[in-house]
């Protein structure tokens, strides 16, 4: 039996079911979700489906990545909610690539671990699934294992397999309506021009799961726990040194409360330099360097290749005797007399995050 895989949250408990009640079935886990946007958090979601059939001993394939593909085929219907006719578009590319999959490596059924998941219609995807065994002659195998207590002994699998638990379905446009929902910024779509990592980014989760695949395999005990915290975002930082642009660098937890201003240094000491408004502090990069511990020739190339967010933090520990300030601190080439100019957008939020221990 092909069993079409969204994530291994839905997926384990589902394959558990499903050698239950089909002890002598071959069971073929087949990953194929081109809605998952962005890619990041696509392989992260593959990763975690691998580390999941790996535990079971089940076989798991790999479908194609074709965003582009489904982007078009659910073209207006951007707007509608989830378990709309979006939905049933994206039910019907996913199940029907399954059962074709299915049939070319010969099997004679197919399911799919989306039956199991609560903000899915089931009645939608038996009708999907009863119409592509009609047309293809391979049988659609329903099972309802969300009823009685199965939501609840999902959640315990999934905390006892220490699983990735995704906050939002995949699909960009669902992400969209929630965060605005929330009113929250949608910060997985932020992709840094510099390739930081930053704190509970789609890249930092790859990590930690990374990392949990890797305790697992040592055979090293390890549990995966949640923490709040005060997470920042960077949207856009400029410098001018009278009216002319130059490069610079933003140290992270930098905030302006207006967002722009100006001023001139007052004050130097130990190579940081104090503007005469809003706490702004200005640092050369051979200080920057001393400071880090680091080797940058300019601040084109700190730009590009930065430290880690949590040197970050240490280098602003060490200007302010406080990591977690709110102060701007810029990193230039060079420190010259003239009138400063700075605009910066950040945010400051309240954010959960998951950690090893």
């Avoid at 384990?12 to 002598?24: G, S």
Wanted: proline share 4%.
């Amino acid at each position: 039996m092909l069993v079409h895989i969204c994530c291994a949250v839905d997926s384990h408990y589902f394959l558990e079911k499903l050698r239950e009640d089909f002890p002598n079935e071959e069971l073929v886990g087949f990953f194929y979700d081109p809605n998952i946007h962005p890619y990041e958090e696509y392989r992260l979601r593959y990763l975690d489906v691998e580390y999941s059939c790996k535990k079971l001993g089940i076989t798991l394939l790999e479908g194609p990545y074709n965003l582009k593909e489904w982007l078009k085929k659910v073209k207006g219907l951007e707007n509608e909610p989830e378990k709309g006719d979006r939905c049933t578009v994206c039910f019907d590319d996913r199940l029907e690539v399954s059962v074709k999959k299915a049939l070319k490596l010969g099997h004679n059924k197919f399911t799919t671990s989306l039956l199991i998941s609560p903000k899915k219609s089931q009645d939608k995807l038996e009708k999907i699934g009863k119409e592509l065994e009609e047309k293809y002659n391979c049988q659609f195998i329903f099972k309802d294992y969300r009823s009685g207590n199965g939501t609840q002994e999902q959640g315990e699998v999934v905390k006892e397999n220490s699983l990735y638990r995704q906050n939002y379905c995949g699909c960009i446009y669902a992400l969209t309506a929630q965060r605005e929902h929330q009113d929250k910024i949608m910060d997985e779509m932020f992709s840094p021009i510099s390739n930081q990592i930053v704190p509970e980014s789609i890249e930092s989760r790859l990590e930690l799961y990374r990392k949990r695949d890797d305790l697992e395999a040592k055979d090293i005990p390890f549990k995966i726990i949640k923490q709040r915290f005060l997470n920042y975002r960077l949207l856009s930082g400029l410098t001018k040194i009278d009216r002319k642009i130059i490069p610079s660098y933003f140290l992270c937890y930098s905030v302006l409360g207006k967002h722009k201003t100006n001023g001139r240094i007052i004050y130097d000491k130990d190579e940081i330099y104090y503007l005469n408004r809003d706490e702004v502090k200005i640092l050369p990069l051979t200080r920057f360097n001393e400071i880090g511990n680091s080797t940058y020739r300019s601040v084109k190339d700190l730009m590009f290749n930065p430290p880690t967010f949590e040197s970050e933090l240490n280098i602003r520990d060490k200007v302010t005797n406080n990591p977690y300030g709110l102060s701007t601190i810029v990193v230039v080439d060079e420190v010259i007399d003239g009138k400063y100019e700075f605009e910066i957008d950040s945010i400051v939020y309240e954010d959960v995050k998951e950690v090893i221990i």
